[in-house]
């Protein structure tokens, strides 16, 4: 098992004004990779913390990645600290000089003596030219382990890393395959779901790791396998799948990449049908998360956002008499917006929410987080209850998810108990 | 100088596939507070890693924050170990588990035995209650060091740290006094914004910190002093906002906590205004922001989403004709759209988009980001063109601030250039 930490070098990082998309970047690449990353630090841009943390990370790790530290006027700490741990002294690199000043000559612009010093390295490293900054990239190989320092600059250290440092880590170390395979669900919360596959999880083998990946709404189960033959990994892994579905089935909506907005936008364009929507509570969220996908035109023809009952009854036609028998939040309003929107619009689906989203409007029969949810086509009209929480923002987003699930298992004319 | 640790406890975060949000969030708030955060640290879900990490952390820091390892499946290892460094013992604490059954019941779901051991808590901790999840928050404060272990749900963890643990570390440690006030602004990058205010800029006392936060479509400029008096820093403070202001007033829409959606909303609630909206490109975007803030049916009355031309003119009412001369994209169609909903809504205020959101769809004429936003009340309609990107999901986003701002401008009945 080969280690890894990432080491992130940066005040503004620390102090909470941007956030670390390198340290995410690169623990994913070198996942796929099949190293494991075993810690990701966040230091200062000091010389004690600096050398502290990078000598500690070479006695716990096979690799060693540190982002940041490299700019003009600061690179000096972090260059000066490696050549103190790898024993070296900075000697001027013609290849980074060249290219320092092939960048400020393009760019016009006048070259200052810490520009140059940028080309100043340790005359131990493996210099990592860096075709798009001035501040080159540095490895260091020593008693088998890697260490290597990249500006952090987002795009100079993505390419640097895949053009030079994957190269550099498979060729210095062994490394296994990985497999991985996600399947996605919803309507279940994550302790019900570990309930239901209590047995097959026990009997997983040893070589397949499972991961429960909860979202609000939706939890993600993923099954790794790590080894030396894909064909044999892809197998196991399959085999585990096909046991596993059957006792989850009404819950999965996919798998891998799959969200429900583009599995519906999938279904609803294999079978040719058009969808309207009729939202009260859900404020326009539905429309807003079923137009992220691209053409989505072919199937979507639109919606009405009916917040107001006066909206509800002269624009969606839904009777005065029908909301103050039953309540604009019930299911006789919610299926009747559905069947309204899908004849106003002349589609062959129509879908609708009605609710309370707080943090108002809430009763004792009717609590906040009280919707219904409605799916109506030509041959049927249907409904159900959802009891979400307090929370307005939360309930927008499960009444989305709740819906668009809705409308898939009524699209797949599949329904399970 | 107080100094804190922040420890992220997930292997999901260390393989890279989710990013740590968590961690950014509690460095500005704990920097808000002027504490310093000395080190970050994400490591994985181990006893072992676990137990070293914080006990390094402790000798470290003054404050320790560990988010995550809580959840229902995995909770134990992390409990277990604060007993282990804490010499506790796991106690069923009363309140949590009422907490947990009042969750289970007001869902209606079957409790397991796992969700009741999240009410098994370390008996020598501060129980910091979690509202919104099953998982509490636990506090220690041992040798002046505290340490404060939140569940890594971003809600919950925010929440729990907003309403419990500011006032724990504030009451623990002296901070110094931190004024800081945010002025929010729209419509004008980074750059040109500084140089609008240059001249201003170098004349800032050095007791004033001024920093630049861009995000998309929006820059704020927040400027903080620290020190004993809040008096004294809020006059320097207020001192430099009313010199700035008048210098970049038109791009200005509101201050700290201010966002398009609730400046909008108090104007529209104190002018006694109600809204509609038409909204092509925008798929929804702008109706699902609108109705993000409580109470918003006062005023927002519905929205039709008429993303099909169809919709356009059957349901709208733009005619045919229309819409063939000039294109669904162009300045008469969406102030049709602006004038059309307003007056089948009955509204004070129409507003609308339509533009080529993107990736197909653009031509020579009007590539992909070309974007129209319209405005409609009883003495005036009016329109504004838009050259966006070339990416979906940015010109939706940009579409809707951009809107917004347009609706706010023309409330204001200001308008400069």
Chains 1, 2 share one sequence.
Not at 117 to 135: E, F, H, R, S
Not at 159 to 187: A, E, H, N, R, V
Request: aromatic letters at 6%; glycine letters at 8%.
């Amino acid at each position: 098992m080969i280690n890894s930490n990432i080491i992130t070098i940066g005040d503004e990082i620390l102090s909470g004004h941007i956030i670390d998309t390198n340290a995410k970047w690169l623990s994913e690449k070198l996942n796929n990779l099949g190293v494991t990353i075993s810690k990701r630090l966040t230091i200062p841009d000091k010389k004690k913390d600096i050398k502290k943390t990078i000598k500690l990370s070479i006695n716990e790790s096979d690799i060693i990645i540190v982002t940041g530290g490299l700019g003009p006027t600061n690179d000096d700490i972090t260059k000066k600290t490696l050549c103190e741990i790898f024993n070296s002294n900075l000697k001027e690199d013609k290849k980074s000089l060249d290219n320092v000043l092939r960048i400020f000559n393009k760019r016009g612009l006048k070259i200052t003596k810490k520009n140059k010093d940028q080309a100043l390295l340790p005359d131990k490293c493996i210099v990592l030219n860096n075709d798009y900054g001035t501040a080159p990239g540095m490895a260091f190989y020593e008693n088998k382990k890697l260490l290597i320092s990249l500006p952090g600059v987002p795009f100079e250290m993505k390419s640097l890393f895949k053009d030079k440092c994957i190269p550099l880590i498979t060729s210095k170390f062994k490394m296994p395959i990985i497999y991985q395979k996600t399947i996605k669900t919803t309507g279940i919360g994550e302790s019900w779901l570990s309930d239901l596959i209590l047995d097959w999880e026990n009997n997983l083998e040893n070589d397949i790791k499972l991961a429960y990946l909860p979202s609000l709404g939706r939890v993600k189960l993923r099954l790794t396998a790590k080894g030396y033959n894909k064909n044999t990994l892809k197998k196991i892994v399959d085999d585990q799948i096909k046991k596993l579905i059957p006792k989850i089935e009404e819950y999965v909506f996919g798998f891998d990449d799959d969200e429900l907005e583009n599995v519906i936008g999938k279904l609803l364009t294999k079978k040719k049908k058009t969808i309207s929507v009729a939202e009260s509570c859900s404020g326009g969220n539905i429309s807003k998360v079923i137009t992220s996908i691209p053409g989505c035109s072919k199937y979507f023809l639109g919606s009405i956002v009916a917040y107001s009952n006066d909206i509800k009854e002269n624009v969606l036609g839904i009777s005065r008499k029908l909301i103050e028998r039953y309540g604009a939040v019930s299911e006789e309003v919610v299926e009747k917006m559905a069947y309204q929107i899908r004849k106003k619009f002349k589609s062959d689906i129509g879908i609708s929410t009605s609710g309370i989203a707080g943090p108002s409007g809430g009763t004792k029969e009717k609590p906040v987080g009280t919707v219904w949810i409605g799916y109506s086509d030509k041959n049927k009209t249907v409904s159900k209850k959802l009891n979400l929480t307090e929370r307005r923002d939360i309930n927008i987003i499960l009444s989305t998810i709740n819906l668009l699930n809705f409308l898939r298992i009524n699209l797949e004319g599949y329904r399970k108990g």
